[in-house]
């Protein structure tokens, strides 16, 4: 049973616009949450993360939403880079951050010029 | 800024040989982490260790066991190889204490098993 869900497999959007990667998860115990972001032959690189006392944190044009009566979060990338072309994967954590990580299967983003 | 370390990036090997795969965590980073990615599929949790003992446990087989060694790095050995066993393997550290400990993965070492 997947507890993190990302539904799109994959998103394709236009250079300058913002890209909306979306995940929900099943587990309320979970109160950690990450997003990665992973080229091919490479580690998943860590984009940024939230805990379950906010509902939202940005870091330059990545921010990330928490809307925890509805397990769902979502990373907003504005504006939108070719270079941002990647699967993202959410993950999530019950042990806080110090907790193993659960991920979701991950959706590809492809930005176009 | 110095990564994750994982050695060696490739291997192959025979059904039923064993594989030794190792991780030298960021400095000062003390937990380490170990996942699975098999094609097509998400990260799965194998194992992890806090300073130097195990802390939490995965879907690790029986076959597989794993330490962390005195300078922190770990190394995953794996017995008894199957098919099924190929896959990605990551290893990630982080350091505990402070308000935000993000995992940071090192490249992964591509096991194939023939």
């Known amino acids: 049973d997947q507890q993190v869900k990302q539904n799109s497999p994959s998103l394709s959007v236009q250079e300058g616009r913002i890209s909306i990667l979306n995940c929900d998860y099943t587990?309320?115990?979970?109160?950690?949450f990450l997003w990665y972001k992973k080229y091919p032959a490479e580690g998943p690189t860590f984009l940024i993360s939230?805990?379950?006392?906010?509902d939202k944190n940005e870091d330059g044009r990545f921010t990330v939403f928490l809307n925890k009566s509805a397990k769902h979060l979502s990373l907003h990338i504005v504006p939108s880079q070719p270079g941002d072309s990647a699967v993202y994967f959410c993950?999530?954590?019950?042990?806080?951050?110090?907790?193993?990580?659960?991920f979701g299967k991950g959706t590809k983003l492809s930005v176009k010029p | 800024a110095a990564g994750v370390i994982q050695s060696p990036r490739h291997l192959i090997k025979e059904k039923r040989e064993t594989a030794t795969l190792k991780c030298y965590p960021i400095p000062r980073h003390d937990t380490v982490y170990w996942y699975q990615q098999g094609p097509g599929q998400d990260p799965q949790f194998l194992i992890s260790?806090?300073?130097?003992?195990?802390?939490d446990k995965g879907s690790i087989p029986d076959r597989f066991s794993a330490q962390q060694f005195s300078d922190y790095h770990s190394e995953l050995n794996m017995s008894s190889l199957e098919l099924g066993d190929s896959a990605l393997y990551f290893c990630a550290s982080s350091r505990r204490g402070g308000s935000y400990n993000e995992q940071f993965f090192g490249p992964g070492t591509r096991l194939t098993v023939l």
């Open positions: 993950a999530a954590s019950g042990g806080g951050s110090q907790g193993n990580l659960i």
């Open positions: 260790f806090y300073e130097k003992m195990q802390s």
């Open positions: 939230i805990s379950s006392i906010k």
């Open positions: 587990n309320s115990m979970f109160d950690y």
